[in-house]
Each structure stands twice: as structure tokens, then as C-alpha cells.
């Protein structure tokens, strides 16, 4: 392996991996009646679906040992095969997890945004991540120590529910994207990839560069260029230097090929689209009580 390109791809345009963990507004928690009140005061969990879903019982067992932290976009939270100390529940960020190969360039292996977690690996296998985790929207996450949460698991069955029926879901979104790649054209996978990205992050209007975007399609930019065009004329979207606007939702979806509706559907969710608000949400499942 060409290590040393390796490494220059992945130095570009992120910061080391101990600024990933910088907290929100530049505070370091220590106290945990401190964090409940900056929970409490600044961010809702419940942003994060899958914490959503916790009885109140288990949500309050967890708040103590949450942490708010902040992720620019290109920060890397992760690199390949790092062993995961801490885990994330984003509330506005949207991560990639990202295969690197010999070369430098990249494909996007999966998706993380408020749908779920990151780091789940951390309950898998020994406990390492196999791609590289670097955050595409910059926003807010919740950490929890991995051995903190390893410890209370047994005491949260509908979170450990949740993490199980998150794991699937991932795993699901990766091997149908694998398809993806192989069988459709890549307007089609633009298209589904940006609605991907618009669910997980509720917003509209998506900062994202088409390089960025190339490297997580494993795409060459010039191919983004041209579907990025095809989608402006088809009214899709907008876009402008380093922002990607979704005009027409209902367009995009038309223009998107069947792995979008199946990747939602493996989660269980279905976007709603209201007229005059641009407010689009995912349903997610209720994961059973253990």
C-alpha cells in the first residue's frame, strides 16, 4: 500500500483526531449535574431518533454520561482501524464511513446522521472501526464512553434493542449501496444520496462541495458535474459554490433510482414532504423491548 498517499488523503482538509473531541462552546464537562443542565438548556436528545425512542427511564439513565460535542465538517472522528473509545449520537452532524484504497481515493460505505450512532463497532467484534468516519455537515453529536455504555447496557434493554436493530440497518445500507454502485447511473445515485443526506440532517439547503461529494460516491468530479447539471435543468435543485439547495423534493425522488426507497425502507422510514414548509421527516421503527 502507498502509505504515505494514504495518509496525505487523509490529512487534507481534516484536523487531528484529538480537535474532533473539542466540546461545544469550548467547555469540558466534568461534572455531571453541569452536563444535565447543558442538555437540558441548549439541546434537546430526543434530535437523535433512536434516543427518541427510549422509555423516559432509560433516557434519564443515560443523560448524566452524555457529553455534547461539535464536529466540522471534514473533521474525522474515526481513522481505519482505530479502536473506538467513545461513541456518538449525532443530533445535526452527518458522518460518512469511508473505504480508503491504495491509491488515496475513496467510497462512502455508509451514512450516519440523527438516524443512529456512531462508532456501533465498538459492540462488535474487537471493537474497531474498518473505515475511515469522517463527519460531511458539521453540527452537534452526543458522546458516551464505550465502557460506560458497555457497563450500563444490561440495565437498558430497549437501548441495546436500538443499537442491535441500528447495526442491521447499517449493514443493510451498505450492501444495497454496493449495488447501487454496480447497477445505476450516477444522476441516480446523486439523487439518492442527496435525499439521503437531506433526511438525516432536515435541512434544505446542504453544504456540500462536488468534490466531496465525488469522493464519497467514488465518483470522478467531472460525473458529479454533469449529474449535478442534469438535476438544476430537471428543477431538483440549485446549487452554488460549495452549496447544494433541494428545490423540488418531489423531482429528486423521481429522479432517484429504487435504493433510496429500499434503504428507507429497511428503516422503516418514509419521508413527508409538506407543501409550503419544506419539512420533510423520517419514522423510524420502535425497537421491541428485550
Request: aromatic share 6%; hydrophobic share 45%; charged share 20%.
Given at each position: 500500500m502507498n502509505k504515505g498517499g494514504l495518509m496525505n488523503h487523509m490529512d487534507d482538509g481534516n484536523r487531528s483526531?484529538?480537535?474532533?473531541?473539542?466540546?461545544?462552546?469550548?467547555?469540558?464537562?466534568?461534572?455531571?449535574?453541569?452536563?444535565?443542565?447543558?442538555?437540558?438548556?441548549?439541546?434537546?436528545?430526543?434530535?437523535?431518533?433512536?434516543?427518541?425512542?427510549?422509555?423516559?427511564?432509560?433516557?434519564?439513565r443515560l443523560r448524566p454520561r452524555l457529553q455534547l460535542v461539535r464536529f466540522d465538517a471534514g473533521?474525522?472522528?474515526?481513522?481505519?482501524?482505530?479502536?473506538?473509545d467513545s461513541i456518538y449520537f449525532p443530533?445535526?452532524?452527518?458522518?460518512?464511513?469511508?473505504?480508503?484504497?491504495?491509491?488515496?481515493?475513496?467510497?462512502?460505505?455508509?451514512?450516519?446522521g440523527n438516524d443512529g450512532v456512531i462508532g456501533l463497532s465498538a459492540f462488535m467484534g474487537d471493537g474497531r472501526t474498518r473505515n475511515w468516519t469522517v463527519i460531511d455537515?458539521?453540527?452537534?453529536?452526543?458522546?458516551?464512553?464505550?465502557?460506560?455504555?458497555?457497563?450500563?447496557?444490561?440495565?437498558?434493554?430497549?437501548?441495546?434493542?436500538?443499537?442491535?436493530?441500528?447495526?442491521?440497518?447499517?449493514f443493510s445500507q451498505v450492501t444495497r449501496r454496493a449495488v447501487c454502485r454496480s447497477?445505476?447511473?450516477?444522476?441516480?445515485?446523486?439523487?439518492?444520496?442527496?435525499?439521503?443526506?437531506?433526511?438525516?440532517?432536515?435541512t434544505s439547503a446542504l453544504p456540500l462541495t462536488q468534490e466531496s461529494i465525488a469522493r464519497r460516491l467514488g465518483s470522478r468530479r467531472a460525473g458529479i458535474t454533469v449529474a449535478a447539471n442534469a438535476l438544476k435543468k430537471a428543477g431538483a435543485i440549485d446549487y452554488s459554490r460549495g452549496r447544494i439547495v433541494i428545490t423540488d423534493r418531489a423531482e429528486l425522488e423521481g429522479m432517484a433510482c429504487e435504493c433510496y426507497a429500499a434503504v428507507c425502507e429497511n428503516v422503516n422510514c418514509a419521508a413527508i414532504w409538506q407543501q409550503g414548509t419544506g419539512d420533510a421527516r423520517m419514522n423510524f421503527r420502535e425497537p421491541n423491548a428485550a
Open positions: 483526531l484529538a480537535n474532533s473531541f473539542a466540546p461545544l462552546r469550548g467547555f469540558e464537562v466534568r461534572n455531571p449535574s453541569f452536563l444535565n443542565s447543558v442538555v437540558r438548556s441548549e439541546v434537546d436528545p430526543k434530535q437523535n431518533r433512536l434516543l427518541a425512542r427510549l422509555p423516559v427511564t432509560e433516557l434519564e473533521q474525522t472522528v474515526y481513522p481505519a482501524e482505530h479502536v473506538i443530533l445535526t452532524a452527518v458522518a460518512s464511513r469511508l473505504t480508503v484504497l491504495e491509491d488515496g481515493s475513496t467510497v462512502e460505505a455508509g451514512l450516519i455537515l458539521a453540527g452537534a453529536t452526543l458522546r458516551i464512553r464505550a465502557a460506560t455504555l458497555n457497563e450500563f447496557l444490561p440495565t437498558l434493554p430497549r437501548l441495546g434493542a436500538a443499537l442491535s436493530a441500528s447495526y442491521q440497518d447499517l447497477r445505476h447511473t450516477i444522476v441516480e445515485q446523486l439523487c439518492s444520496w442527496l435525499l439521503m443526506v437531506r433526511d438525516r440532517s432536515e
